[in-house]
């Protein structure tokens, strides 16, 4: 039997900037994916706009944070005649699927979610139900398309796993209905680290704008973040090894690695030796160069509403048309009559 073809899916929360870790860890991934699929294969990359809504938020800053970050993953090479591009709130089929699955997902499985503990922390009697089952709507997110493969950064592989559970259990209670889908995460830039806390992943809600980079910047505000951006004063060592207890140093040793598409112990044995001042320059230049070519066409795009309007439009249509065949074997493997 010849395998099926390659569907991959993966979305991004449109609140905040693209930043550095959702470029290296997943973005990135989602353009190599795209532009080395094979005949048959298809990409589906969205907006998680109903994900959004989970935490307390401001609907004209929603509206706009959904254009921008539309624009901007155009911007970082997501192809809208290639892969299909959209927000999830055209497609009604996520959060009917979300339903139909929340009979399947256990209370114990979202329990122990560690992004639930983290953003709930000790008021979780306070939080939203929705950022409770966010992780269903998650697995609908992907099991309504079938999808072989999800590019991800590491923080959202343990919802991927939640999402193969779901659909396991759903196929051994109702009769196989979904693939168990796979993450993909980039060996070499898995994890980004904030620039301000090596122990802390670089994040849209981090209060400190100057903890991350955000694809927008200019040129100035990136030297200037690398130039504040924490570290020691120990010089850097000729191997990764070296870095163990340095978490800062190697997060900026791994940005330029994964900028450069070299090995840290490539990048390591070129700097080893020399200190940050050295280092830090030459990690600015290596980003502003990076994101040139991104921030200038994201800003063209962004003047074009309505091209964005119809890039969205576009993808959520085919979407829907994908979506179709799964959403209604999900009503009837359960019984439903419509
Ligand atoms: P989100 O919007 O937080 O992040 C989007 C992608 O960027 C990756 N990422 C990182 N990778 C490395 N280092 C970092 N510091 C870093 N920060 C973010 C994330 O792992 C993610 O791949 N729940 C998801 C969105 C989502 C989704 C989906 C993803 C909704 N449905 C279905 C995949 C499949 C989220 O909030 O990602």
Same mark, same amino acid.
């Given at each position: ?29 989602? +353009? ?60 009604? #089929? ?34 939203? +139900? ?19 493969? +999800? ?88 191997? +990764? ?18 900028? #450069? ?78």
């Amino acid at each position: 039997m010849r395998p099926a073809p390659m569907r991959v899916v993966s979305g991004i929360q449109p609140t905040g900037n693209l930043h550095l870790g959702n470029y290296l860890g997943a973005i990135r991934n989602w +353009v190599r994916m795209q532009d080395e699929m094979e005949d048959g294969a298809q990409c589906l990359f969205f907006l998680a706009d109903l994900h959004a809504i989970s935490q307390p938020h401001d609907p004209a800053e929603l509206k706009r944070g959904t254009l921008e970050m539309a624009a901007a993953l155009v911007a970082c090479g997501i192809d809208p005649n290639r892969s299909i591009l959209f927000n999830q709130a055209q497609v009604p #089929a996520h959060a009917e699927l979300q339903w139909l699955l929340a009979g399947t997902a256990r209370m114990g499985w979202l329990n122990r979610m560690t992004q639930w503990k983290d953003k709930a922390g000790k008021n979780r009697e306070g939080q939203s +139900v929705a950022l409770f089952t966010y992780p269903v709507l998650q697995a609908a997110d992907v099991l309504l398309y079938q999808a072989s493969h +999800v590019p991800v950064g590491e923080d959202q592989k343990q919802h991927l796993e939640l999402a193969r559970d779901i659909a396991q259990k759903f196929n051994n209670d109702f009769g196989e209905t979904f693939t168990l889908p796979e993450p993909i995460v980039p060996p070499q830039a898995a994890r980004i680290m904030s620039l301000r806390d090596g122990s802390a992943k670089m994040s849209k809600s981090d209060a400190s704008d100057m903890a991350r980079i955000n694809l927008a910047d200019d040129a100035d505000l990136v030297m200037q973040k690398v130039k504040k951006a924490k570290t020691d004063p120990e010089p850097l060592p000729s191997e +990764v090894a070296g870095l163990a207890d340095r978490a800062e140093a190697l997060n900026l040793v791994t940005i330029y690695a994964a900028l #450069a598409n070299e090995s840290a112990d490539a990048v390591l044995a070129r700097f080893g030796g020399q200190g940050f001042g050295a280092f830090k320059p030459a990690l600015g230049e290596l980003l502003v160069e990076t994101l040139r070519p991104i921030s200038t066409r994201f800003t063209e795009l962004l003047d074009d509403r309505e091209a964005l309007d119809a890039i969205l439009a576009k993808g959520a249509a085919r979407a829907r048309e994908i979506g179709r065949p799964t959403l209604d074997a999900a009503y009837a493997a359960l019984g439903l009559i419509r």
